[in-house]
T-cell receptor, first 109, second 114 residues
Framework: GQNIDQPTEMTATEGAIVQINCTYQ??????LFWYQQHAGEAPTFLSY??LDGLEEKGRFSSFLSRSKGYSYLLLKELQMKDSASYLC??????????WGAGTKLIIKP | ETGVTQTPRHLVMGMTNKKSLKCEQH?????MYWYKQSAKKPLELMFV???????ENNSVPSRFSPECPNSSHLFLHLHTLQPEDSALYLC?????????????FGSGTRLTVV
């Protein structure tokens, strides 16, 4: 079966750096998405990786290794507003999105 | 109004009630989706519409009935639901299906079945 694994919950300190990992086993691969979802709000698009390597967008970066079935989302200079759930999703060979259960990130002052 | 709008934001209904969820997108997208989000579980795809035609029904019980009158509007009609159907129901849209297009989500309807 298809599976996306990410930690259920993580805690970090304001101003610090945190890395949220995502591992996947899917039938084929056509890219990996990261979404951010604040409590009670819509998930919003953060990044899309289809080639290996690191993509940087301001304080957020996303890394992909297709050979390892692995991605991470790196958040730098953490702010309180970064407290949210982070969803990893993979586009499989049929272009179906397979979702992880999300990682709840708690930022402490 | 822009983006994807869902109404109502919150809904409490009895198991014998009939209600409908509404989704509207103003992005000119051709594909629309219904997802179910339960606590600590992955998003579950329920239905996919592409150019108003249903292209996927992910083994969803018949007590959930979708309707897509045009590319901008999507409804989910609910009847004789069960308590385990309580969840956040998210609508999303994308330019097309079957491609690496980002989805735009609505804020969801928090449904409680009592």
């Amino acid at each position: 079966g298809q599976n996306i694994d990410q930690p259920t919950e993580m805690t970090a300190t304001e101003g610090a750096i945190v890395q949220i990992n995502c591992t996947y086993q899917t039938s084929g691969f056509n890219g990996l998405f990261w979404y951010q979802q604040h409590a009670g709000e819509a998930p919003t698009f953060l990044s899309y990786n289809v080639l290996d390597g690191l993509e940087e967008k301001g304080r957020f970066s996303s890394f992909l290794s297709r050979s390892k079935g692995y991605s991470y989302l790196l958040l730098k200079e953490l702010q309180m507003k970064d407290s949210a759930s982070y969803l990893c999703a993979v586009l499989d060979s049929n272009y179906q999105l397979i979702w992880g259960a999300g990682t709840k990130l708690i930022i402490k002052p | 109004e822009t983006g994807v709008t869902q109404t109502p934001r919150h809904l409490v209904m009895g198991m014998t009630n009939k209600k409908s969820l509404k989704c509207e997108q103003h992005l000119g997208h051709n594909a629309m989706y219904w997802y179910k989000q339960s606590a600590k579980k992955p998003l579950e795809l329920m239905f996919v519409y592409n150019f108003k035609e249903q292209t996927e029904n992910n083994s969803v019980p018949s007590r959930f009935s979708p309707e897509c009158p045009n590319s901008s509007h999507l409804f989910l009609h609910l009847h004789t639901l069960q308590p385990e159907d309580s969840a956040l129901y998210l609508c999303a849209s994308s330019q097309e299906t079957g491609g690496a297009y980002g989805y735009t989500f609505g804020s969801g309807t928090r449904l409680t079945v009592v």
